[in-house]
C-alpha cells in the first residue's frame, strides 16, 4: 500500500531497485552491501514515519495550521537529510567501481 500510494515511495523504491542491480553489476564488498542496505533501509524508514505522521496529522488537524506545518517540514526534511547521506554513501560506495 506505501509504495502503491506515496509518490516519493515509488521514487525511493525504483533508486534503490537501481541500486541493487549496481551492487550486483559490480559485485560490491559485503562491507558495502551492509552500508547500502542500512542507509536505503534508513531512507526508506524515515519516509514511511513521515507519510504516517503527515497523514495523521491531515486527519487530526484537516485545516491549515501554522505548527502543523512546521512539523510536517522538519518530518520531510529528516528525508531529505537521511537521502542525502545516502547519496554521499552511494558515491563512496561506487564512485571507485566507476572509476577504476
Known amino acids: 500500500m506505501f509504495f502503491k500510494e506515496e509518490q516519493h515511495a515509488k521514487i525511493h523504491l525504483?533508486?534503490?531497485?537501481?541500486?541493487?542491480?549496481?551492487g550486483f553489476y559490480f559485485d560490491?564488498?559485503?562491507t558495502e552491501w551492509m552500508m547500502i542496505l542500512m542507509i536505503s533501509a534508513l531512507v526508506i524508514s524515515s519516509e514511511m514515519?513521515?507519510?504516517s505522521l503527515e497523514k495523521t496529522l491531515d486527519r487530526i488537524h484537516p485545516e491549515?495550521?501554522?505548527?502543523?506545518?512546521?512539523?510536517?517540514?522538519i518530518a520531510a526534511g529528516a528525508v531529505l537529510v537521511c537521502a542525502v547521506i545516502a547519496v554521499v554513501f552511494g558515491i563512496m560506495v561506487f564512485l571507485p567501481y566507476l572509476l577504476g
Do not use: C, P, Q, R
Open 49 to 51: 514515519i513521515n507519510s
Open 28 to 30: 560490491i564488498t559485503k
Open 64 to 73: 491549515k495550521d501554522e505548527a502543523i506545518g512546521k512539523a510536517k517540514d
Open 14 to 22: 525504483i533508486i534503490f531497485l537501481m541500486v541493487l542491480l549496481a
